[in-house]
């Protein structure tokens, strides 16, 4: 697996022994993503809301909204509830190779903040979001 | 997340802060003379710019004769680094997951 993070994304290279359609569908079908990345109403559907649940209770950890899908791109945003005005962005690009599929996955504006969205997520630490903040932590390690 | 981390999220949420703690980690110290001549703003505006990247422990003033010197801390790179890991390594397993789940799927 190649890993390059640049200062403000993570961007990420695999192949797959599998065909490009196979893995198009398990990156935008219900069912699929919710057995791979985390328990999720996601629909691949170009406006479609999703939210990311974590595997223990019902809370909501990541919220966000497909941008962009057609065969083979797929964009979402991603917001991580602990700091809910941070817009960041999934991307996910599918080529045909050696019989398999080449999948790259960029997540980028890791580290886009601005005044409004810090004052926004500060001031939400207060607020409730505690018991939701741990199962974030719970959604990325598992 | 760590109390230093706000403090540190807090300092990176500023444009000019950002900028004034790249041009530090990029170049050697400035002075306070030099910072609010090259972003154009008041002396008294840097330092309270420099006061909050100074609590976040990104930038070190030190004292040199008449002016005060200003160092970037590598400290704080590093807490943004373990930041982008945790995602980092989310990405990891979810890609290896992926993977196991394509094998599985009919």
Known sequence: METQTAQ?????????PHSI????GALTETKHVSKWLAPTNFKGETGAKYELHSPKDDCSVVAGVVKESTPYTL????????????ETEVKWNLTEENNGTKVKMIHSGILK???????E?????????????????EVLNN | MSEKRNKIFKAIADPTRREIFHLLILGSALSISQLSMEF???RQGVTKHLKILEEAEMVKIEPQGRERFCYASAHALL???NWLSTYDAFWNDKLNDLGKHLDNMA
């Open chain 1, 8 to 16: 403000n994304s993570i961007e990420k290279t695999q192949w797959y």
């Open chain 1, 21 to 24: 359609d196979k893995v198009w």
């Open chain 1, 75 to 86: 964009v979402y945003s991603w917001i991580a509830l602990n700091h809910k005005d941070i």
């Open chain 1, 113 to 119: 903040y601005n005044k409004e969205d810090a004052q």
């Open chain 1, 121 to 137: 997520m500060f001031g939400s630490f207060s607020n409730g979001w505690k018991r939701c903040f741990l199962q974030i932590g």
């Open chain 2, 40 to 42: 154009n703003i008041s």
């Open chain 2, 79 to 81: 807490e943004i680094k």
